[in-house]
């Protein structure tokens, strides 16, 4: 086969790989883009679309079915017709992506890629590709701890890829933000769940206030954490159903689950030929400057595939767009210290820019203000008063430095608030703001006014 000849390759087609073939070839890089699955990744496919479409619909039903809002009858959920509105919103995505890459006129091959030279890869079919500048949007899969039986668990790739059954008792391990965004949808099924978590705390990347009202959550919607446990075993028992041991306070027990899934990170991804071709030593990822570059002149990589990124798709695609608009010779503008981060729990959460410790451990004096939910109109009319925002200033310059939310609007309210924290907005810049009444924003504004009030700040009051 004559091989094919291109300015770029991009090897992996989801947040990271699709973002930048598009950006390249809008500005006329001629550009190919490999996957061997459809277009989305992880994120799209097996991944944040998926579980925010199941969530949705049993959250919906769980708001109903609380009673709060003198609504009556008691909704169920059809599982079948859930799963087909998932598969029906993935592929609306995916051929969606695939229509606007091909309308820039990328070329899309769907197949497996390794490296045969520096800059040459081969496809399952044998084609050969050559390309001046090569982007790896390789992505992770999930990681698996070394514990006996763990092949009877499923992964969360596993759970949202597939249809599946109501089950009574799971068992989940790890208490991360996969592990706890599948706890609060199985337990509004009506699952009794179940989560094993190695360290003394959930949510071990986010702030501890945060931490607390979720916590409190999943009390509530009674998910039972168990902390500080070492899993030892997995076993499967007669009746089909699992068991698994572990170890609490020094003593050994067991739970009883149909269903275990394993939650405990994401490895990066490597290919093939990448040392022997390439020269770069995957290690824990792969290495990477600040610019996206590895050691390999021409070849670069961005998303869950580099050694020690934020294994975010916002983040990875922020990432890849940069790597593209270096390589087009435009300016890059993407702010990458305020980068939000969301947990799409009941309330949900999220943060952006330095938590309360980060600040205090960076060397910031700092003012801290925080509004409670229970006191805005629009949470308690949406019953969704549980929550708070905090904002972070430093109190020498009063520069925004961080928010913190725990708000049913908290996601769409951290992009804004992660740009005022990249552009160093002052408290009186924020000041100047007018938020719409009814809203949960307006909380944004009691926290600000509320900074003011505060004398320089004491850790952890
Ligand atoms: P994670 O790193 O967030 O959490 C994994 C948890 O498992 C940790 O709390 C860890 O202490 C625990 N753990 C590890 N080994 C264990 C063991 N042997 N026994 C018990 N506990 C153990 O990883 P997770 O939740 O798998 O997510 C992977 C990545 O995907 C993360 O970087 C996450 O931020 C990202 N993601 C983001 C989402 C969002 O933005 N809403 C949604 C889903 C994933």
Redesign the pocket.
Known sequence: MTPIRKKLLIIGAGPAGYTAALRAAHYGIDTALIDNHQPGGVCLNR??IP?KTLLESTSLAAAVNSGVFGLQGKISADLTAIFQRKEQIVQKLSSGITSLLKARGVTLFCSSARFTGSKTVTLTDGQIIEAENILLALGAEPAL?S?PGIELAKTSDDILSCNFEKYQQISI???????I?LATFFSQLGSKVTL????PTIL??FPSDTVKYIGMALRRSGIKTILN???QSISQQENGNLLVYYEEKGKSAALDSELVIV????CPRSIEGLEEYCGIHFDRGIPTNEQGETSSPGIYAAGDCVRGSI??AHYASARAVAIINSLAGKPVHTNFDSVP????TIPPAAKAGLSEKEALDSGHQIQIGKFNLGANGKSLISAEERGFVKVIFDSENEQLLGIELVAAQAPEMVGMLSILIAMKAKRSDLLRGIFPHPSVSEGIMEAIEDSQKQAIHVLYR
């Open positions: 991944g944040c579980t701890p514990i391990i790890g208490a991360g933000v996969i592990g965004e094993l978590e190695g360290l071990p990347s446990t070492k899993v939650c405990t990170g994401r294994q975010l981060s969301c947990i799409y």
